[in-house]
Every structure is written in structure tokens, then in C-alpha cells.
T-cell receptor, first 110, second 116 residues
Framework: QQQVKQSPQSLIVQKGGISIINCAYE??????FPWYQQFPGKGPALLIA?????SEKKEGRFTISFNKSAKQFSLHIMDSQPGDSATYFC?????????FGQGTELSVKP | GAGVSQSPRYKVAKRGQDVALRCDPI?????LFWYQQALGQGPEFLTY????????KSGLPSDRFFAERPEGSVSTLKIQRTQQEDSAVYLC??????????????FGPGTRLTVL
């Protein structure tokens, strides 16, 4: 079964807009939730991460919101730019190994 | 500094052939992970090593898959008698700390395996 569910599958946003990607999980043993960005032909690269004892983390234009009781977390990209066009994966850490969501293909239109 | 490197970047195999995929982690990184990424999907965990010890191989899909890291640095993922369902990108990642923690995983570019 899918332990980390991600939505939407694809997202189109205008330049300057806000991109929002959502993830939900079941396993309360997960202790760390990173977001990865992947460009075509490249490996995933860490974007931002959060621990479950924190409700929000912001780094530049990227913010993670975390709702422990609902077992949901989301990535917000403010002032989205064409260079942000990539596939984004949420993940959850389980004993050192990452469980990834299915990915969201983001396209930012100029 | 150099990141995680993988070779070959692309591999085409005929069904039934054996393949070997190589991963060079970041120098000094203790833990090494292998993931399989099917087209349009997120990476799925295969196995990981702490130094030369393989601590978890629960994600290996069958006994045709075998991984090793004999000297605690370079790792090889071997797939025997390849099948079409093995077609995927195989990603390697490494971390500075021992496996089991929340250290950042640094990924290589992957090897795209196509089985005909």
C-alpha cells in the first residue's frame, strides 16, 4: 500500500503565483519529512525538510506546513518561477530509509 | 566537491542478461542507499549499507537482485536474468552518518536500465 500519498499529480502555475503540493501519511513512526526536487535526467535533490514536532518551516520562497494530528504536510512555493518547473517529491523517513510520494510535476508558465 | 556518481548512465539489456550498476558515493560517506524509480513514480527503497554491512535489503524485489559494498565505499547493484519489469532508473544515495538517522541523502544522477 502507498504509505505516503501525494497530490496533485501535476500542477500548472503562473509566474509569481503560489504552488501548493500536499502529502498525507499513515505511519506515525515516521520521524522526518523531506521534500526533494528532481529535474529531468537528474537525481532528486533535497529542497527543505521538517520534523514532526514543528508545525512550519520556511526557507526562502519554500515553506513546509505540517499538521501532525491530521498526518498531513504540504509544500508551498511562493513567487513561483519558471526555473522551479520540476518534479517534486515528498518523503517520510523510516529508520533511515525514505518512503517517497508519487511525485508532482510542476510547470510554471512565464 | 564531487557528488555521488553512477555508471553507466544508460544501460540496455536483452531479457535474461545480467547487469551490474556502479555507485561511487561522496568520499567519506558512511551510509549508501539504492532506490528504484519507475517511470513517472517516486523512488522506492531497495537496500542500504552502513560501511560494508548491508543492514536492510527488504526492498529488493526478488532474489535476482543483489547488492554489495565490499570495502565500504563503492557499491554495485547486480541484477541477474533481467526481466522487462526491471526497466527503471536505479538511484544511489549516500549520507555522512550511519544508517537509521535523518541525515540528508545525497542522490546520484541514476542509471536508466532498459530491458528489451
Amino acid at each position: 500500500q502507498q504509505q505516503v500519498k501525494q497530490s496533485p499529480q501535476s500542477l500548472i502555475v503562473q509566474k509569481g503565483g503560489i504552488s501548493i503540493i500536499n502529502c498525507a501519511y499513515e505511519n506515525t513512526a515516521f520521524d522526518y519529512f523531506p521534500w526533494y526536487q528532481q529535474f529531468p535526467g537528474k537525481g532528486p535533490a533535497l529542497l527543505i525538510a521538517i520534523r514532526p514536532d514543528v508545525s512550519e518551516k520556511k526557507e526562502g520562497r519554500f515553506t513546509i506546513s505540517f499538521n501532525k494530528s491530521a498526518k498531513q504536510f504540504s509544500l508551498h512555493i511562493m513567487d513561483s518561477q519558471p526555473g522551479d518547473s520540476a518534479t517534486y517529491f515528498c518523503a517520510a523517513n523510516q529508520g533511515g530509509k525514505l518512503i517517497f510520494g508519487q511525485g508532482t510535476e510542476l510547470s510554471v508558465k512565464p | 566537491g564531487a557528488g555521488v556518481s553512477q555508471s553507466p548512465r544508460y544501460k540496455v539489456a536483452k531479457r535474461g542478461q545480467d547487469v551490474a550498476l556502479r555507485c561511487d558515493p561522496i568520499s567519506g560517506h558512511v551510509s549508501l542507499f539504492w532506490y528504484q524509480q519507475a517511470l513517472g513514480q517516486g523512488p522506492e527503497f531497495l537496500t542500504y549499507f552502513q560501511n560494508e554491512a548491508q543492514l536492510d535489503k527488504s526492498g529488493l524485489p526478488s532474489d535476482r537482485f543483489f547488492a554489495e559494498r565490499p570495502e565500504g565505499s563503492v557499491s554495485t547493484l547486480k541484477i541477474q536474468r533481467t526481466q522487462q519489469e526491471d526497466s527503471a532508473v536505479y538511484l544511489c544515495a549516500s549520507t555522512t552518518q550511519g544508517a537509521g538517522g535523518t541525515d540528508t541523502q545525497y542522490f546520484g544522477p541514476g542509471t536508466r536500465l532498459t530491458v528489451l
